[in-house]
């Protein structure tokens, strides 16, 4: 007699909806959200990162970012000594940024919409790499022209810890691990909350290698 076998794609199961993680009153965790489009998301960014290479740009404070740092989309946030401002020109280039590809601001939408905000439309998309050792500050977004809507962000390669914090630096933050292809949007009442990520620990992604990349999907002009 043969072993049974359980068929895990059998057309009567029902679909799994991505498991949403509630971590704010307008605030969620969207788990393996991005899985299914990941290799489109890949091949675009590469193009991108072509056109408009990542850098390590420097605060105001005139510290070297420890992120490598790159943008699409109409507008894309920069820094340097003359302070933090969103950019219609890669100031390396001169140039326009990339513009942003349909599979990016499509799942951004569709992210948005899952967390409780329809309508999302980015016009900015904020690339950060990390590699081991790189970490990002508790921070707020507050450089955008309004707040009206949500920050949706997409987790790529290496794991990292979130922390999202309160409405002052000193809060206490939750941690929280992001994985390969989770996304986390905050919007509304948690729109400013701090929130920040720990050095990423060594580590070699199957498909990114020894690196992390987050993007994060804003709507920085007018609203
Ligand atoms: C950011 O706050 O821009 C980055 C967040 C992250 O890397 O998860
Ligand atoms: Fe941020």
Redesign the pocket.
């Known amino acids: 007699m043969q072993p049974t076998t359980f068929d895990l794609f059998a057309d009567n199961e029902p679909v799994q909806q991505p498991r949403a993680e509630q971590i704010g009153e307008q605030s969620w965790v969207l788990r393996g959200f991005a899985l299914p489009q990941v290799e489109q998301l890949l091949t675009e960014l590469e193009a991108i990162l072509a056109a408009a290479p990542l850098r390590h740009m420097v605060t105001p404070g005139g510290f070297s970012m420890s992120v490598g740092t790159s943008s699409c989309g109409q507008l894309g946030w920069i820094t340097d000594r003359s302070g933090y401002r969103y950019s219609s020109v890669d100031p390396l280039s001169g140039l326009a940024w990339p513009s942003m590809p349909a599979v990016f601001a499509d799942l951004a939408h569709e992210a948005a919409e899952r967390a409780g905000f329809p309508g999302f439309q980015a016009d900015s998309c904020?690339i950060?790499q990390?590699v081991p050792g790189a970490k990002?500050s508790l921070?707020q977004?507050k450089d955008e022209k309004g707040y009206a809507a949500p920050i949706v962000?997409l987790?790529l390669g290496l794991p990292?810890m979130?922390l999202f914090g309160g409405f002052e630096r000193s809060d206490k933050s939750q941690r929280i691990p992001?994985l390969h292809g989770d996304m986390v949007v905050w919007g509304g009442v948690d729109r400013l909350r701090y929130?920040?990520?720990l050095p990423i620990k060594p580590g070699h992604h199957p498909l990114l290698g020894e690196r992390r990349i987050?993007i994060?999907f804003r709507v920085a002009g007018d609203q």
């Open positions: 904020l950060n990390y990002m921070h977004d962000s987790s990292a979130f992001l929130h920040g990520v987050n994060t």
